[in-house]
């Protein structure tokens, strides 16, 4: 059972300072002497010389005094002195350092076996100039509105060889995917302890047990690189959060990381030190690309930066689209097959004419409906004179099961109801989605109610038996294709603990590309029948509720958001499913 | 379509149309030359060669006008696209319509240029496995109708708030993209300046 470390603000709510350069620098002062770690560094640089030719790149001389002080020529330039710290992985050697009186440094991998090299060249403060002339080119406004992100770690990855005076080796480490769908334990000799997932080639997410209790799991870009078949470089960069850089060495025959973390964290405190770590894998799920892809090649780097693209709104603002430019279901035109309904099943109009309430447990809504027809019903609290009229649509995910939505009161902050109605046994369950959370009034945030119906013809209600949380959900992973196509707008959904869960965007070749997180939400109605609600916090602040089926693959949902464009929105989700497989984590995450 | 997808596909497949169409045509001309008692006399042999011929021309002309109709669409030179109908002529695209000139070149412009349609045509493939085109034309020889099955790539553009859809534009995906089976039913009309679409539909 791991330690439990809570903290009150989860990583994408920590408001990390936006430092200045000069702050950087002076933050960085103390990697002038190497890092630090808990284990002994390796000596086995001590005494050497190393020449490193890479490609296209930096030219890197290194006399190596002792285990910890070394000198450095860059492209024949005046040797500089830095302390340094290396270690030991599997007979691969990960060395690191900065450059005094720079923001920038290296972390090398050495393979003397085959003399074949990776360089990170890792700075700061390099964000803003290499955003401003990436806009620039590409003839958009640069992503600045977060600040400079001199904190963020850049790096540059080169890859070459020991130069020892023979002929050059032709093979280079290559970028990979052969990681993808590796879920590992880990535990460093510092005693963090974390769960990663590698499920996509382009980013990596993580759970912070020791640090962040295992709450909720956060995605960052990350480079996946092959050594060997069983040796891998991974590095990830927690853009968007503190920046910090983490770079290992995975040994997958002994099970055992070596790495570096370089950073500051919410204190905007140094973190440099190097750590060596055992292993244990939790799973390994399916991959989408085809054969005989290897994901060697990379194009640009992508990055998502949520924290740009989340258009934050007044509350003035929020309020006049909740009450003035709210649509549910384009108001009884249909919410169509496109985004992510393109799969959304057929819409159930046979409660047409009937009436039933919905009665919630301990204190919840108890809500009277009359449904018009297809497409409208009337609704009341019960004990309320006042019926109201709202939009809504209804599907059937299971067998006698369905699940509606509507508006519900026009007042700020504005709710729905998502509703189920289990016919088999008289059960319901309601999301309440509301606008609003103590971050930001354009984000969403849902209310889960238990409880029973009550209909003509429909069956007694047991006393006790709910729908309820489960947990059964945690470490499976789905792909869920919303439209036809190929990858078509297809993703997969990790769900890695009881109240998060992560989505990746595939790229045209199947493979994982983008990924974020956000909390999550898990309620069971019947075997391998769940609702799964999702709030896209620090992120586009979209409520997203499925009722998802595993014995069909497929689902019925709703999504709710709130925008400048389009308002206040109730509209439909509807998506084929595959499994892609499972972690086992609920052991870390001490739920067994 | 790219050059290699004319080469390979469809400009493959109008060509390999015509080619059977003209083979036909030189096969029938020879058997009816075997048949001495059948031989019409030498001036109506010579007018239903001209028909022939004529028929064969316009047949032709009008794979020809459909094969730049969907190159101007793929290739996105609408205004292209738009001259090649008659003025009161009508269009109707997987849901996409218009009835006269005006409003066919007005579609290009927004729902296809602007991509502010709901579906648009991005590009057309034909498969072995699909029947051959039917090009019929009136006996006075200026009117004519046509079917030409194709497979379509239909390009829905992603939805504007949706996160998936952002992130996927990161990638480089701006559209869903699927290919769907269908044919193009489409009349013409033969006026001065040859063959004109007076009403074409995708379906």
Redesign the interface.
């Known amino acids: 059972m791991v330690t439990r470390n809570y903290r009150s603000l989860q990583m994408h709510r920590i408001p990390y300072t936006d430092l200045s350069e000069a702050q950087v620098a002076q933050a960085l002062r103390p990697t002038v002497s190497g890092p630090s770690s808990k284990s002994a560094f390796s000596d086995v640089l001590a005494g050497k010389h190393l020449k490193i030719v890479t490609d296209d790149g930096p030219r890197l001389e290194y006399n190596f005094r002792n285990s910890r002080e070394l000198e450095l020529s860059e492209n024949g330039a005046k040797a500089i002195k830095a302390g340094y710290g290396a270690m030991d992985s599997g007979g691969l050697t990960l060395l690191s350092h900065m450059i005094p009186g720079s923001q920038r440094g290296y972390e090398v991998v050495v393979d003397p076996r085959t003399r074949l090299v990776t360089v990170f060249e890792v700075s700061f403060s390099g964000y803003a100039a290499a955003e401003t002339a990436a806009a620039a080119e590409a003839k958009r406004a640069p992503q600045l509105k977060n600040g400079h992100r001199n904190r963020e770690a850049q790096r540059k990855i080169w890859f070459g060889y020991v130069d020892d005076g023979t002929a050059a080796p032709v093979a280079r480490h290559l970028y990979t995917n052969r990681l993808e769908g590796k879920g590992m334990h880990w535990k460093q000799d510092n005693d963090i302890e974390l769960l990663e997932f590698y499920v996509s080639i382009l980013y990596s997410n993580f759970i912070e047990l020791t640090r962040f209790g295992g709450e909720m799991t956060v995605c960052a870009p990350t480079d996946y690189i092959m050594v060997n078949d069983h040796q891998f470089i991974y590095s990830r960069i927690e853009a968007e959060f503190s920046g910090t850089l983490t770079l290992q060495l995975i040994d997958l025959f002994e099970m055992a990381q070596k790495g570096v973390r370089l950073g500051l964290n919410e204190k905007d405190e140094l973190e440099y030190y190097m750590y060596s770590g055992k292993g244990e894998p939790t799973g390994q799920i399916a991959s989408f690309e085809v054969f005989g892809n290897n994901g060697e090649s990379r194009?640009p780097r992508?990055?998502?930066r949520?924290f740009e693209?989340f258009e934050v709104m007044t509350d003035d603002e929020v309020k006049d689209q909740v009450l003035n430019h709210a649509h549910a279901f384009g108001d009884g035109h249909g919410s169509?097959a496109?985004?992510?309904g393109?799969y959304k099943g057929e819409l159930i109009t046979k409660f047409a004419g009937k009436s039933l309430t919905a009665r919630m447990d301990d204190g919840g809504p108890v809500i009277q409906y009359k449904f018009i027809d297809g497409k409208q019903l009337k609704w009341r609290y019960e004990g309320n004179s006042n019926w109201r009229d709202a939009w809504y649509e209804m599907y059937e995910p299971d067998a006698d099961l369905y699940f509606f939505a509507h508006l519900l009161d026009a007042e700020f902050p504005r709710s729905c109801a998502m509703v189920a109605l289990d016919i088999k046994n008289g059960l319901s369950t309601i999301v309440k989605g509301t606008t609003g959370t103590p971050f930001r009034n354009n984000e969403t945030h849902p209310t889960y109610y238990f409880g029973i119906f009550q209909m003509d013809g429909a069956p007694t209600p047991p006393q006790y038996l709910r729908h309820k949380m489960t947990d059964e959900m945690v470490g499976e992973a789905y792909t869920w294709n919303?439209?036809?196509?190929?990858?078509?707008?297809t993703?997969m959904h990790l769900y890695a603990t009881p109240s998060t869960y992560s989505?990746i965007?595939f790229?045209?070749d199947g493979s994982g590309?983008?990924q974020?997180s956000s909390p999550g939400w898990y309620s069971k109605l019947r075997d391998g029948v769940y609702i799964m609600a999702w709030v896209?916090e620090a992120?586009?602040g979209?409520l997203g509720v499925i009722l998802l089926n595993r014995k069909i693959m497929h689902d019925a949902g709703f999504g709710y958001?709130v925008?400048r464009?389009?308002g206040l929105?109730l509209s439909v989700i509807g998506a084929r499913a595959r499994h892609a497989g499972k972690f086992e984590v609920m052991k870390y995450l001490g739920l067994v | 379509m790219t050059e290699s997808k004319m080469n390979g596909t469809r400009r493959a497949f109008f060509l390999r149309g015509g080619a059977v169409l003209g083979a036909g045509v030189a096969a029938t001309a020879t058997a009816t030359a075997l048949l001495p008692g059948a031989l019409p006399p030498g001036a109506d042999r010579l007018q239903e060669l001209q028909r022939d011929l004529t028929l064969h021309q316009d047949r032709e002309a009008i794979r020809q006008l459909h094969l730049t109709f969907t190159a101007a669409v793929e290739n996105q030179a609408y205004d292209t696209a738009v001259e090649l109908f008659e003025f009161h002529a009508a269009l109707e695209l997987s849901g996409a319509s218009a009835a006269g000139r005006t409003a066919i070149r007005q579609l290009f412009a927004t729902q296809y240029r602007q991509q502010l349609g709901?579906v648009v045509h991005n590009a057309y493939r034909h498969s072995p496995l699909q029947q051959p085109d039917l090009i019929t034309i009136s006996a006075d020889g200026a009117q004519a109708t046509a079917t030409f099955h194709c497979e379509v790539e239909l390009s829905?553009p992603?939805?504007?708030?949706?996160?998936?859809?952002?992130?996927?534009r990161?990638?480089?995906?701006m559209a869903?993209?699927?290919w769907q089976v269908g044919r193009f039913e489409a009349r013409y009309v033969k006026g001065a300046g040859g063959w004109k679409i007076a009403a074409l539909r995708f379906t």
């Open positions: 194009g992508r990055l998502y949520p693209t169509g496109a985004g992510m393109g919303y439209s036809p196509g190929n990858p078509g707008l993703s989505w965007i790229q045209a590309g983008l974020w896209e992120c586009n979209t958001h925008g464009q389009g929105s | 709901p829905t992603l939805p504007p708030n949706s996160t998936l859809a952002q992130m996927a990161l990638q480089g995906q869903e993209r699927h």
